[in-house]
């Protein structure tokens, strides 16, 4: 695996490798050379499997991570690459002609983060939400308790108790000194 | 609660009807223009009705034992209560044997159970379901989700309370209850239908406005008649 990033590294841009394991790296690439590296990795490195296609919401920093996770069977080997987005008015590169999988997580993604991966197939319909007209509910600004509680009625009698604070009241009641 | 933006708020924004579902004129293929609806052309309008009961109590009570012994379930399983219902149908629990079994339709089904979580994509399925059903008809809840959600209390897509969708006859708690606890369910329910106290179609036909406002007020995008037949 190393040895494939060495190799890789002259021609492309790469971020610092993060090991998991040994057959495990994750590492950031530019956005523009993506698919560049995606169709050689495929086709001249053995990657031939889409594992998984997915994001993450960094609100802090106003952007989402797209992370391609692909696998080397032969050589039992995943490497998964990151692609950093803007946030605001988010769109990514559509990757359905090299893995058509790839196609099925895009609309996932463009339901429940709301990422655009135009030219997709059927990235526009609904994938698994019937009539939803809200924040992507991925997405870390949508709180879903908040909307929970305001769609859904909730029985009366239920309570519930912060872990923190109850059992510090069972085990410890008379801390911090005086408390009781 | 700790955890809640006090800020969010829900947008309530209409989900549009679908385009084959609008009233539109068509042209049929021997070139006359016809209006249609597709929501009021092919199904009945009526609403439901109250079941009405014998004429004398010893009738009803001979009615209702002769119901109680013969529980038909709609074999739709929601969540993960649909696995606990497959030992019923084998050897070991043997629920068969009580005159309870499992139908593939609704038109052949009296009791539907709903057996654990409902998202609001299910809920329209099972509303659905439950309508066809012919009367008398009871419904069951299985597990803590159909009470009050359960571990999907802060779900963006998952009921909390059944008995605001469905008239419910009879909870069975637990997360989730075990067959043997089914069979008790079961057997209270027979004893519930045996008292004449079983009134969740009855409950649904007089209460039939609210039941639909509950309804239409999660399931935004309404492809169906108000009461399907």
Same mark, same amino acid.
């Given at each position: 695996?190393?040895?494939?990033?060495?190799?890789?590294?002259?021609?492309?841009?790469?971020?610092?490798?993060?090991?998991?394991?040994?057959?495990?790296?994750?590492?950031?690439?530019?956005?523009?050379?993506?698919?560049?590296?995606?169709?050689?990795?495929?086709?001249?490195?053995?990657?031939?499997?889409?594992?998984?296609?997915?994001?993450?919401?960094?609100?802090?920093?106003?952007?989402?991570?797209?992370?391609?996770?692909?696998?080397?069977?032969?050589?039992?080997?995943?490497?998964?690459?990151?692609?950093?987005?803007?946030?605001?008015?988010?769109?990514?590169?559509?990757?359905?002609?090299?893995?058509?999988?790839?196609?099925?997580?895009?609309?996932?993604?463009?339901?429940?983060?709301?990422?655009?991966?135009?030219?997709?197939?059927?990235?526009?319909?609904?994938?698994?939400?019937?009539?939803?007209?809200?924040?992507?509910?991925?997405?870390?600004?949508?709180?879903?308790?908040?909307?929970?509680?305001?769609?859904?009625?909730?029985?009366?009698?239920?309570?519930?108790?912060?872990?923190?604070?109850?059992?510090?009241?069972?085990?410890?009641?008379?801390?911090?000194?005086?408390?009781? | 609660?700790?955890?809640?933006?006090?800020?969010?708020?829900?947008?309530?924004?209409?989900?549009?009807?679908?385009?084959?579902?609008?009233?539109?004129?068509?042209?049929?293929?021997?070139?006359?223009?016809?209006?249609?609806?597709?929501?009021?052309?092919?199904?009945?309008?009526?609403?439901?009705?109250?079941?009405?009961? @014998? !004429?004398?109590?010893?009738?009803?009570?001979?009615?209702?034992?002769?119901?109680? /012994?013969? +529980?038909? &379930?709609? *074999?739709?399983?929601?969540?993960?209560?649909?696995?606990?219902?497959?030992?019923?149908?084998?050897?070991?629990?043997? @629920? !068969?044997?009580?005159?309870?079994?499992?139908?593939?339709?609704?038109?052949?089904? /009296?009791? +539907?159970? &709903?057996? *654990?979580?409902?998202?609001?994509?299910?809920?329209?399925?099972?509303?659905?379901?439950?309508?066809?059903?012919?009367?008398?008809?009871?419904?069951?809840?299985?597990?803590?989700?159909?009470?009050?959600?359960?571990?999907?209390?802060?779900?963006?897509?998952?009921?909390?309370?059944?008995?605001?969708?469905?008239?419910?006859?009879?909870?069975?708690?637990?997360?989730?209850?075990?067959?043997?606890?089914?069979?008790?369910?079961?057997?209270?329910?027979?004893?519930?239908?045996?008292?004449?106290?079983?009134?969740?179609?009855?409950?649904?036909?007089?209460?039939?406005?609210?039941?639909?406002?509950?309804?239409?007020?999660?399931?935004?995008?309404?492809?169906?008649?108000?009461?399907?037949?």
């Amino acid at each position: 695996m190393r040895e494939l990033l060495y190799r890789l590294k002259d021609r492309y841009h790469f971020g610092t490798p993060t090991f998991q394991r040994d057959d495990l790296c994750f590492v950031t690439v530019k956005r523009s050379e993506l698919r560049a590296i995606l169709t050689e990795l495929r086709d001249v490195e053995g990657f031939t499997h889409l594992t998984l296609l997915t994001a993450v919401d960094w609100i802090e920093e106003q952007q989402f991570q797209l992370t391609y996770m692909i696998n080397n069977r032969e050589a039992n080997l995943t490497l998964a690459l990151r692609v950093m987005l803007d946030r605001e008015d988010a769109t990514g590169d559509t990757i359905h002609d090299l893995w058509p999988t790839a196609a099925t997580y895009q609309r996932e993604l463009r339901e429940m983060f709301g990422i655009n991966f135009p030219g997709s197939p059927r990235v526009d319909e609904e994938f698994i939400l019937e009539g939803w007209t809200d924040l992507p509910p991925y997405r870390r600004d949508f709180d879903t308790l908040a909307y929970s509680q305001q769609t859904y009625h909730d029985r009366p009698g239920r309570e519930t108790h912060d872990p923190k604070t109850h059992m510090q009241k069972v085990l410890y009641a008379d801390y911090p000194k005086g408390a009781k | 609660m700790e955890d809640v933006d006090d800020k969010f708020l829900k947008k309530n924004k209409e989900v549009p009807l679908r385009e084959e579902l609008r009233p539109r004129k068509v042209t049929t293929p021997d070139g006359q223009e016809i209006e249609i609806e597709p929501l009021r052309d092919y199904f009945c309008e009526a609403q439901p009705k109250v079941h009405p009961k @014998a !004429y004398s109590k010893i009738v009803e009570d001979f009615y209702n034992w002769a119901r109680s /012994n013969s +529980l038909w &379930i709609l *074999g739709f399983g929601t969540g993960c209560g649909a696995i606990e219902m497959r030992p019923l149908m084998t050897p070991r629990f043997d @629920a !068969y044997r009580y005159g309870i079994q499992w139908r593939p339709t609704p038109r052949q089904a /009296n009791l +539907l159970v &709903i057996s *654990g979580y409902l998202s609001v994509k299910t809920l329209k399925r099972a509303i659905r379901a439950y309508e066809q059903m012919p009367q008398p008809k009871y419904v069951m809840g299985l597990g803590s989700c159909t009470i009050n959600g359960g571990m999907y209390w802060d779900s963006y897509n998952t009921i909390k309370r059944l008995d605001d969708y469905l008239p419910v006859d009879l909870y069975i708690a637990g997360c989730m209850p075990r067959p043997e606890a089914l069979l008790h369910g079961f057997m209270e329910l027979k004893q519930i239908i045996r008292k004449g106290e079983a009134e969740g179609a009855n409950k649904y036909a007089e209460n039939f406005a609210q039941y639909k406002a509950n309804q239409k007020a999660v399931i935004k995008d309404w492809d169906m008649p108000d009461y399907n037949w």
